[in-house]
């Protein structure tokens, strides 16, 4: 390569990356779950692209510990943590009037990252565990979407991006995750369907889709799996937070303007085809 493209290319670069700091500039930001692994990323890459980020997370102390650790909104504004169960109705309802109490408006953007795991092998997985986790994932996927668009139809707002983790699992199964990849394949519809709804109020939906991410919920899994599954990555090896942080923060600002009613995969190329 040329010096001079090589200098071209680190022009580009430090002009992306200039880019992706300022392009969240006065956006208020919810982020469910965000007080552990992908969500906690999420909550991260939204501030440091100067946005206000709620995080709000079943484990309030989780959330402080996050906001702690965010960087400034580029206008002074604070971050807040804030406790929400996203399976119940009622608590998802509190948390937007707490929201648009103190912010005196709706997020604009949305990233739903709260999800849990009870996995158990078909044969004797229990009604509770189908329940809780269908409850959790896919229920609360409905009532926080469904929260959120309706108050920014309410005030008229002119866009807003909503996010929703899906999971690669919802795709193509796996073993002991009857009602995780259950749950998570009802994410998908959920939020083609809330695209096709929304998108005449300037309401763009998309689902993430990760593979096989180190964070907490994956620290569960025994090691023999991981580097089962690790072998199978053709990228050779688990995905960071902060690489589904990075395709969320895409789909939440406008460099995704022309994009809605989507998945997309985050998984190294695992299952891919
Ligand atoms: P994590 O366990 O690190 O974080 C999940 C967060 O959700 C936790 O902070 C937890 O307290 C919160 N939470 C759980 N139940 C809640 C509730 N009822 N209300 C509000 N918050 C609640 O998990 P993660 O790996 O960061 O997963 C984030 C999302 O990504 C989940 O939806 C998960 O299903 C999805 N995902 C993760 C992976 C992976 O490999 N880690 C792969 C595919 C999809």
Do not use: W
């Not at 997370?57 to 504004?77: F, M, P, Y």
């Not at 998309?206 to 799996?225: A, Q, Y």
Request: charged residues 20%; glycine residues 10%.
């Amino acid at each position: 390569m040329s010096p001079f493209s090589e200098q071209t290319r680190n022009y580009n670069n430090t002009k992306n990356n200039m880019a992706a700091a300022t392009r969240l500039i006065s956006r208020l930001t919810l982020v469910t779950g965000g007080g552990s692994g992908i969500g906690r990323a999420v909550c991260q890459r939204l501030a440091a692209e100067g946005a206000s980020v709620v995080v709000a997370d079943i484990s309030e102390e989780s959330a402080h510990e996050t906001v702690a650790g965010l960087q400034n909104d580029l206008r002074g504004q604070a971050h807040t943590a804030t406790a929400v169960d996203v399976s119940s109705k009622e608590s998802v309802t509190q948390l937007l009037t707490t929201i648009q109490t103190r912010y005196f408006q709706p997020p604009s953007v949305c990233v739903h990252a709260a999800g849990i795991t009870q996995d158990d092998f078909l044969l004797s997985m229990e009604e509770e565990q189908f329940d809780r986790v269908i409850k959790v994932n896919l229920k609360g996927s409905f009532l926080v979407t469904q929260a959120v668009a309706q108050a920014l139809v309410a005030c008229g707002a002119p866009k807003g991006s909503i996010v929703t983790l899906g999971s690669i699992v919802g795709k193509v199964g796996n073993l002991g995750q009857a009602n995780y990849a259950a749950s998570k394949a009802g994410v998908e519809g959920l939020t083609r369907t809330a695209a096709k709804e929304l998108s005449r109020f300037g309401i763009r939906c998309n689902c993430v889709l990760p593979g096989f991410i180190s964070t907490p919920m994956t620290d569960k899994v025994p090691e023999k799996v991981i580097s089962k599954m690790k072998s199978l990555v053709p990228l050779g090896r688990m995905g960071e937070p902060a690489e589904v942080a990075e395709v969320c923060a895409f789909l939440a600002s406008d460099d995704s303007r022309y994009i809605t009613g989507t998945s997309i995969e985050v998984t190294g190329g695992l299952f891919m085809g």
